[in-house]
């Protein structure tokens, strides 16, 4: 765990996981990059919209028998809606990420990216001129197919993240399947791309707790 | 936070008030004042397709909640749909849980099903004839193209009346795997049959009767068929080692007679032998006669009270060689029971009379304790009557669900003819 003093406000901006490059300031909304030894401010973070997200920073569960904390959060958008990613800070130190769609939950780790040709085809699809859905990838010598590619920027963030995701930033995301639930994502930016490999995961398996509470429920 | 995230915004095209309960979720919104559909995906609220009719009451009314298999649920959204060509058409409750997510309930001729999406890759849905999920088999029931007519409440989808979409439902009873396709995306679910009863509590609602037999209602003795088989099967199998075990009776008396032919009017009789305990009595006859009969009549005398029991056998054989083949008629052996026999000392008296020249010797063979197989028989029949009904009746069950269908298995397709 590393502390520093918000450049903006001066309050104390913690960062919970080494992974961690980038934090919203609580109290002032300031968009905070971790360098070597110090700090730098890279502009404020507007309000995130409201949604009925189970989840809060802080919350807490289990995967596969390991807890983790939700450390961070971006809400990426697209035309058809919005989703939340949750960064979580993980005892063995992996890059973790909670995916929250449509009400499903996907855990998953970052791996090696797929040949850079995957990441042609799916921004020609966003084009619609190529047939990608359906495609074959494997992953970490996993067989999966293409269900779902789209375009999305980034809605705002909070708390502490591993990249740095300012409003705005825009990716070409696609999600895979597998037979048997797996489920794995692969995030284009700018010729760059991030693969995530994980699996879907029911509500109650993840044995949540610091969750969000709502009135009737 | 006081109070949840409830998102309420003025309707675009009348000025009503319109709340949305999946807030994050929802990217279209019916008014629930003027019908007219809204974009809530972000905070512009477009119109997508202005209406002006006042909303439709639905069985159960949007902003219900009820709990179904210890799990809270909100109907937010409804959806009328129809069936292109077969003009059969269903409802699409959606049920939303901020910790649970989505599910739908689905309503066809007063049959439920509860539907969650599936989120798996089946890289032959919707052309193969048959889909495995963990390791169930769903086969193919129907093929189709549904429409969308009617919309009320919040969706987490874009959705309009008119919009198109193919369909095909696999079943493996209770459950119903449905693959769903338009021009964006395909879409799995995986439904389960519910009573309409568990609805009606859960929602505090009353529904209608169903009709007709639904694609993946469960069969009467769902699951228990093999077991009903194997029970009976087992319990035949002890009845029989039961009679098994009983033996074959306990030899009292062994006779050998010679009846000549001009000792017609002649009786024979047997040494006394004993009854210990109140018993039946078989008599086995054999003769080796060929061509010929001989009746004997058969008399049970008690020693101390001369009581009497009376039978009759007849052994008659005949064989022959004709027209180039061989045959023979009847048989060399007579059995004949006494049943209900009180203890004490008897003897038996035979009366033969026959069709013979000559003589011919007859073996008797006397036993107590017969197992009678006749009991057997009967505990046979009642064990077998149930399982053989509740076989028929799930044969005539599944063929009337697959009468809908035009992929039946063969065992259960009708003689009709296809046109």
């Known amino acids: 765990m590393k502390k520093f003093n918000c450049p903006s406000c001066g309050a104390e901006v913690v960062f919970n996981s080494s992974l961690s490059v980038y934090a919203v300031c609580k109290y002032c909304s300031s968009m905070i990059v971790r360098h070597d030894l110090d700090v730098e401010s890279i502009g404020t973070m507007a309000a995130l919209p409201e949604d009925m997200s189970p989840f809060q920073l802080g919350s807490e569960g289990y995967y596969q028998g390991q807890h983790f904390t939700l450390v961070g959060r971006m809400k990426m958008g697209w035309e058809d809606g919005s989703w939340n990613e949750w960064f979580m800070a993980t005892d063995d130190g992996r890059k973790g990420w909670l995916a929250e769609a449509q009400g499903f939950y996907a855990i998953c780790f970052e791996t090696d990216p797929p040949p850079l040709e995957f990441a042609v085809r799916a921004i020609q699809q966003q084009k619609k001129d190529v047939a990608f859905l359906g495609s074959a990838l494997t992953l970490n010598n996993l067989k999966l197919n293409v269900v779902d590619t789209k375009k999305a920027s980034c809605i705002g963030s909070e708390g502490e993240l591993p990249l740095v995701s300012p409003q705005g930033r825009v990716t070409v995301s696609v999600d895979l399947l597998g037979a048997h639930g797996e489920f794995a994502s692969v995030e284009i930016e700018t010729g760059k791309q991030r693969a995530y490999m994980g699996r879907y995961v029911e509500w109650k398996e993840m044995r949540c707790s610091n969750i969000r509470t709502f009135d009737g429920w | ?419």
């Not at chain 2, 959705?159 to 795997?177: F, Q, S, T």
């Not at chain 2, 505990?379 to 509740?390: E, Q």
Request: aromatic fraction near 12%.
């Open chain 2, 1 to 419: 936070m006081a109070g949840n995230p409830v998102k309420s915004f003025s309707c675009p095209a009348c000025g009503g008030i319109v709340e949305i309960h999946a807030v994050g979720h929802t990217i279209s919104a019916v008014c629930a004042h003027c019908s007219t559909l809204i974009d809530t995906a972000n905070d512009h609220f477009k119109i997508i397709r202005k209406e002006h009719e006042a909303s439709r009451d639905t069985d159960i009314p949007i902003g219900a909640k009820g709990v179904l298999d210890s799990i809270k649920w909100e109907v937010i959204g409804y959806v009328e749909k129809k069936d292109k060509s077969s003009l059969s058409f269903w409802e699409e409750y959606l049920l939303f849980n901020p910790y649970f997510g989505f599910r739908f309930l689905i309503q066809s001729d007063g049959h439920w099903n509860l539907a969650t999406i599936t989120k798996r890759y089946f890289p032959l849905a919707g052309s193969a004839s048959e889909l495995e999920l963990d390791g169930e088999k769903f086969s193919v029931y129907c093929r189709g193209e549904s429409v969308v007519e009617y919309v009320k409440g919040e969706f987490y989808w874009r959705v309009r009346k008119g919009d198109e979409e193919k369909y095909v439902d696999y079943i493996a009873p209770p459950k119903m795997l449905s693959v769903e396709k338009n021009k964006q995306e395909v879409t799995e679910s995986l439904a389960e049959y519910i009573e309409p009863e568990i609805i009606e509590k859960a929602f505090a609602v009353g529904l209608h009767g169903k009709t007709g037999i639904a694609a993946n209602q469960p069969a009467p003795f769902a699951g228990k068929l093999g077991k009903i088989w194997k029970i009976a099967s087992l319990s035949i199998l002890a009845a029989f080692i039961i009679q098994w075990s009983m033996g074959s009776g306990t030899l009292v008396n062994n006779t050998r007679i010679n009846i000549a032919q001009n000792d017609k009017e002649k009786n024979y009789s047997t040494a006394v032998f004993n009854l210990p305990r109140r018993s039946n009595l078989s008599v086995r006859s054999s003769a080796p006669l060929s061509n010929n009969w001989m009746e004997l009549e058969l008399s049970l005398v008690n020693e101390s009270s001369n009581e009497t029991y009376q039978s009759r056998q007849v052994i008659e054989y005949y064989s022959g060689y004709e027209d180039g083949e061989s045959w023979s008629e009847g048989g060399q052996i007579a059995e004949s029971t006494f049943s209900a026999i009180p203890e004490g000392n008897y003897r038996l008296v035979i009366d033969p009379s026959s069709g013979l020249l000559g003589s011919s010797d007859v073996s008797m063979e006397i036993k107590r304790n017969v197992p009678a197989w006749g009991n057997f028989w009967i505990i046979f029949l009642c064990i077998i009557v149930f399982p053989v009904f509740a076989l028929l009746y799930r044969w005539s069950f599944e063929s009337r669900r697959w009468e809908n269908s035009d992929y039946a298995p063969a065992i259960y397709q009708s003689g009709e003819s296809d046109d």
